[in-house]
């Protein structure tokens, strides 16, 4: 389903910007369903053991807010030997994430993305509000392992039903703006953390927005392109005339026919005759140096990246307040990183942030920790660029797979992504043997990356490939390794935007 479809409909019209926005909306608390343990599992003040002038009259001279300085692990007793167990609701919730990746990746492609958007809507409404009713540990744990999954199908299906529908001049734009609302989330978070100060309220209220997301998402179109890919093309047909008839093209509505929407797919739906399986991912000579590469860089910023936010309590600060600032830094941090992938290119910006976020990290642990200050403000540059690489990676991996396969691949890289973000936390528990040991182990993830980074192939204004072939055509032979574009591929560029990289929307 290609470029021309969409401006024959109306481009991005009244249609794209409602659909874009009611899709993006639920953005909005996926930062909280994320990042929701630091609040969850904060620990507050405590003695695992009373010191021997403690007496009833000292303890009620402490007021709430300064026994509780996060929401309480009391419930839980999470707590003195048993503090190890809270970085592991964080570890299975990310195992759910992953294993929803898998089955909803799947499924996806056999029902639509919009019934399975749908489904993961009210599952994640229900069992995100029911986890609040736990009555101990495990339940709890699963629950946030099953609303995990919910949010990977959420996020997948967003995202393809959304890049589907737009044309390609618009996506970079949209694909940037569209991962604002993420990072808006963790402002709310941090605010609504504050204000209820309670975990089973905030657990409540951070999953009843996806019933008001359930109750409209039946307003989507399914993707046009995937209706097509199945054979079904009298309702692509429907959904683009139903598109036209809200952008106000109502002389589209006639032109359009099952038999033009076929001429137009015909290369694409060829394609579907033939199978490819994760094996070709590093059957070939150039194919395997991406997929080993793009596996190494993905694990190790989704690593560093968890590694960072999900420990805000070691600076000494607020952390409702170091959470407004954790959220703050992502602003500038994807402005940069957008400048810097149009002027520098996908390399050097993708190995650059790396190297500058894994020596941040390194850099705090020799940082005294009575300065909180300087702590503070180095964890937020590492933060910003190892936010930079994310936006980066997702960009980059999508340039560099081909058609054929881009969606194998895609499922490869995010799958180590999740890894990454499952040891993450289990990584925390290791400051029981040294304070600065989990540092050392992110920083030197990213440094590690960092290498890694420097063998994938530039792909600045270079055309996508489609087949495997074009792929060892172009990046096999050292010279194609070299970043400086082409004169004819900057000429394709701007002649036929419609052939360049979809840009993937950046939802951590």
Known sequence: FNFSHLTDVGGFGRYQWIHVTLISLPGLFMASQNLLNNFVSG??????????????????????HEEIRGMSSIQFGLVCSWKPLKQMIQT???????????????????????SILIWSYLQLA?????????????????????????????????VSLKVEWIPTPQRTLVGTLSSFFFTFGQLILAGLAYWLRDWRKLQVVVCLPQFIAFAYSWWYCESARWLL??????????????????????????????????????????SQKST???????????????SVCLVVVWFATSFAYYGIVMDMQKFGVSIYLIQIIFGAVDFPSKLLALGML????????????????????????????????????????????????????????GELYPTVIRQTGMGLVSTMARVGSMAAPAVLILDEVLPSLPSLVYGGAAIIATGFAC??????????????????????????FHSTPTSESVEAARRYPEQMPEPQLLVI
């Open 43 to 64: 620990i507050p003040n405590h003695y695992c053991t009373l010191p021997g002038n403690y007496s009833l009259h000292n303890s009620t001279q402490v007021s709430p």
């Open 92 to 114: 299975i919730y990310m195992g759910g994430v992953l294993t929803g990746a898998i089955i909803y990746g799947g499924l996806s492609d056999k029902f639509g993305r919009r």
């Open 126 to 158: 229900i069992l995100g509000c029911s986890s609040a009713l736990s009555p101990n540990y495990s339940a709890y744990c699963i629950f946030r392992f099953l609303s995990g999954m919910a949010v990977s199908g959420i996020i997948i299906n967003g």
């Open 229 to 270: 890919l199945k054979n079904r093309s009298k309702d692509a047909l429907k959904a683009l005339q139903r598109v036209a008839r809200i952008n106000g093209k109502h002389e589209a509505m006639e032109k359009l026919t099952v038999e033009v929407l076929h001429s137009h797919m015909k290369k694409e739906m060829e």
């Open 276 to 290: 490819y399986t994760a094996v070709d991912l590093v059957r070939t000579r150039a194919m395997r140096r991406i």
């Open 342 to 397: 149009s002027v520098l290119g996908r390399r050097i910006t993708q190995a650059m942030c790396l190297f500058v976020a894994g020596s941040v990290v390194f850099a705090n642990i020799l940082v005294p920790t009575e300065m909180q200050t300087l702590r503070t403000a180095l964890a937020c540059l590492g933060k910003g660029f190892i936010s930079a690489s994310f936006t980066t990676v997702y960009l980059y991996t």
């Open 455 to 480: 063998f994938l192939p530039e792909t600045l204004n270079i055309n996508l490939p489609d087949t495997i072939d074009d792929v060892e055509d172009k990046w096999c032979e050292h010279t194609a």
